[in-house]
């Protein structure tokens, strides 16, 4: 162990929130020992200092993909989703171009910067691996290649990261990787959304929305983890995800990280937490994911979708040659899964859909209702606490907040109480008028939850920037909101300082 003598002051912060951090009980699927108030609070603290500490460290401006090249000039994937601080995972990289080099940034605020660098591979011999491969049944494209080089994470924080892979050429793409936390307990639980970056990888030619004949008919009914992502390689971590965690980590609030699989593989995994935050666009979801956040929500522990058409695919994972839960099947179709006979409660479709309808509503309080979506956010109550310095007035608008999908009230089907209707906005689903909501509820155990109902609210943090009519007015409105949103829920259970004013009677009235 290194010794912590001649460090400044913040680095023996950051030091000692990962030394707590570290002699946590790890996520397995045995109870992690109960922990006194007391103790979970003085955990909570020293999370949050180390935050600081971290945020405070010089940033990395240079960290984002400037060339991607050829399509096949550099690619890559790594053998884990997420690890442990300290526990190793290996790089499986392919490139046209000789050696290179991978560089692992940590994402967060970093005073604007939005990164820092913490590890940078020595030259590596390149190759160009195998071809994809496809198999014909479920039409699920892997990369069969060997490993080209051991990534150590020993002295990372716990985070999002992306590891920057660069060709001799100068192509580059990104391969994504969390190092999640140890123990959640007193902090809020930010949730890279990891099934539904791999639902929509086009890698290989198949996803589960499309095959090579650029329609459905062809598309794949499971995709694998052993393979990269398409494009720059962490296209929907940037589009959904990246400027909420820089803004939560700015503010210094207690954070841990964890992704979509952690949560179908931990069923402790929210002990002691504050919240869970879901991102911008968290679609797919497994029968575990659900099981083990509705009871995190039954214990007290609040939760904030920031985005909208959040578990609408009901998924299952399987193991494949690299290790468990790297396959996420989806039929999206009960006849056509082979669990339909013997096992039809996890049959894989949407999951208000036959055999066993379950709306997202029952969690979310709000449900899908709409893509393409485009729309302004229009504020229904100004007082809510989340609303609070924005200058927000009923009926204030904020052009291009809403969409490329939005959710929305269900009244044919389960909705929890109270719930308070913050938001509602006239919205064009195509050349169908619709409504989109924004709610919160409460619910016995005290937790509270905050929907957004549209998937661009992470996007608008941008704001011109995100495009689609999101203004400066709409950037500062979605941000001030977040940050009042993520400094409560992290004060733990919301009912008793935010009690949830029932509102939905004048919806269902029309009103």
Not at 208 to 220: E, I, Q, V
Not at 389 to 398: C, D, E, H, L, S
Request: proline letters at 7%; charged letters at 20%.
């Amino acid at each position: 162990m290194r010794t912590l003598r001649g460090r400044s002051p913040l680095a023996l912060l950051l030091a000692l929130a990962l030394l707590l951090a570290a002699a946590a009980t790890a996520c397995s699927g045995g109870a992690p020992p109960r922990r006194a108030a007391g103790e979970t609070t003085a955990r909570a603290k020293a999370a949050a200092a180390g935050e600081r500490a971290e945020n405070a460290r010089p940033g990395t401006a240079d960290w984002r993909v400037v060339r991607k090249g050829g399509e096949h000039e550099i690619e890559g994937y790594a053998d884990r989703v997420s690890v442990l601080p300290g526990e190793a995972f290996r790089l499986y990289v392919s490139t046209t171009k000789g050696p290179f080099t991978a560089q692992a940034f940590r994402m967060g605020w970093y005073g604007g910067d939005g990164a820092r660098l913490l590890w940078t591979s020595p030259a590596t011999p390149g190759e160009r691996q195998a071809e994809a491969r496809v198999d014909r049944r479920t039409r699920t494209v892997t990369a069969p290649w060997h490993p080209s080089l051991t990534v150590p994470t020993a002295g990372w924080p716990e985070g999002s990261y992306l590891v920057r892979l660069t060709a001799s050429s100068g192509a580059q793409r990104f391969v994504p990787v969390t190092v999640r936390s140890a123990s959640t307990a007193g902090r809020i639980v930010v949730l890279n959304a990891t099934t539904t970056w791999q639902a929509y990888n086009m890698w290989g030619g198949y996803d589960l929305y499309k095959g090579p004949s650029g329609g459905d008919g062809d598309r794949a009914y499971a995709v694998s983890f052993d393979r990269p992502y398409d494009q720059n390689g962490a296209g929907k971590f940037l589009a959904y995800e990246q400027p909420a965690i820089a803004l939560a980590e700015r503010l210094g609030l207690p954070l841990a990280y964890a992704a979509d699989n952690d949560l179908h593989a931990f069923p402790h995994l929210l002990d002691g937490a504050r919240a869970l935050l879901t991102l911008g666009h968290d679609e797919y979801w497994s029968a575990a994911m659900r099981a083990h956040t509705t009871a995190a929500r039954d214990r007290g522990v609040n939760i904030a979708f920031l985005g909208a058409n959040a578990v609408n695919r009901h998924v299952r994972f399987a193991p494949t040659a690299l290790g468990a839960d790297r396959l996420v099947i989806c039929y999206k179709d009960a006849d056509a899964d082979p669990l339909a006979r013997t096992d039809p409660a996890e049959t894989t479709q949407d999951w208000r859909l036959p055999p066993k309808p379950r709306p997202e509503s029952a969690l979310i309080g709000v449900q899908y209702n709409c893509f393409p979506a485009e729309g302004a956010y229009v504020v229904r109550r100004p007082d809510f606490w989340m609303f609070q310095g924005t200058g927000a007035r009923k009926g204030t608008r904020y052009p291009g907040v809403i969409g490329p999908e939005s959710d929305a009230l269900n009244f044919g089907g389960p909705t929890p109480r109270p719930i308070e209707v913050v938001a509602h906005s006239p919205i064009m689903c195509g050349d169908t008028t619709m409504m989109a909501d924004s709610t919160y509820y409460t619910a016995k155990s005290g937790a509270g939850v905050f929907a957004t109902g549209t998937m661009r609210w992470v996007c608008a943090m941008r704001g011109r920037a995100c495009g689609h009519g999101v203004d400066e007015a709409g950037r500062r409105f979605v941000t001030k909101a977040t940050e009042n949103l993520l400094t409560a829920l992290a004060a733990g259970p919301l009912a008793a300082s935010h009690p949830a004013r029932d509102n939905l009677d004048e919806f269902a009235a029309g009103l």
